[in-house]
């Protein structure tokens, strides 16, 4: 995957013990996390060195919190 200028985006999909994807994480160009929750199609945007939810209103547990940590750009 790519965004509109070329560069390769990291995505990574999490999956439920059934098989089927529950989030799609995308690191973005600016180093922040999208996480876009497939159940509902709400998208929260996080900063993975701070682990700080910034879309208001969104709850992200702590193990997605983690997935994000670990995407960080180094």
């Known amino acids: 995957m790519s965004n509109d200028y070329g560069i390769p985006l990291v995505t990574e999909d999490l999956i439920d013990c059934f098989g089927q994807p529950t989030h799609r994480l995308v690191l973005e160009i600016d180093g922040t996390v999208t996480i876009t929750f497939?159940?509902?199609g709400v998208k929260a945007r996080v900063d993975p060195s701070t682990r700080g939810v910034l879309t208001p209103?969104?709850?992200?547990?702590?193990?997605?919190?983690?997935?994000?940590?670990?995407m960080r750009l180094a």
């Open 57 to 70: 209103g969104v709850h992200v547990p702590p193990t997605l919190l983690d997935h994000a940590a670990s």
């Open 38 to 40: 497939h159940g509902s």
